[in-house]
């Protein structure tokens, strides 16, 4: 199975480094020298990482055969793909990957069914699953503990408790204002 561990961003310097927007839990193991990753588009590679350092909270990575800026330049927006086994899991006990959670059926923890997850969009502020329901729309569900209570891969559902408003019309709206005028 194919994974996208990272987009590789701007050239950094004239000896050949780029710096990348990091799209793995686990860059240590996904981006570490000597890791061969396929790329999307395939013409710009496989490509080997020879060096990775942090410098300013960014990423930056040098593959072997790229030694100057113009060279790291053409690789702009490409993105780096790792071949991981279906089968392996992510360290943390309540972390997945992407390929997990895709297709569950998500429903609440009443049983009523929403629909099923489709997509995975990852902010910067937290990870949102995208659902789609049986209607065909859409409904974006934040990847919380306090809403997405259970994962159960072997059912192949995620339970949610969702506040009101998320999935539904019926949002609870409080204001003061409402109590002043029926003071």
Do not use: C, W
Not at 78 to 90: F, G, H, S, Y
Not at 97 to 102: A, E, G, P
Not at 111 to 131: A, K, N, W
Request: glycine fraction near 8%; charge should be negative; avoid cysteine.
């Amino acid at each position: 199975m194919q994974l996208v561990v990272a987009r590789i961003g701007r050239a950094h310097g004239i000896k050949g480094e780029v710096t990348v927007e990091v799209r793995t839990d686990e860059p240590e193991l996904r981006l570490a020298p000597g890791a061969v990753l396929a790329t999307e588009p395939a013409s710009a590679g496989p490509l080997t990482i020879e060096t990775g350092r942090v410098h300013s909270g960014r990423l930056l990575l040098r593959f072997e055969g790229v030694r100057d800026r113009t060279a790291a330049e053409a690789l702009r927006n490409t993105l780096l793909i790792a071949e991981i086994d279906p089968e392996e899991l992510p360290e943390g006990e309540d972390e997945y990957y992407d390929h997990q959670l895709i297709d569950l059926d998500v429903v609440t923890r009443d049983g009523q069914q929403v629909g099923r997850i489709t997509e995975i969009s990852h902010l910067p502020t937290q990870d949102l699953f995208v659902v789609e329901r049986p209607d065909g729309s859409e409904v974006f569900v934040p990847f919380v503990q306090e809403i997405v209570t259970e994962i159960d891969l072997e059912e192949q559902r995620a339970v949610i408790d969702p506040p009101p408003g998320l999935i539904d019309d019926r949002a609870e709206i409080a204001s003061t204002r409402d109590q002043e005028e029926g003071a």
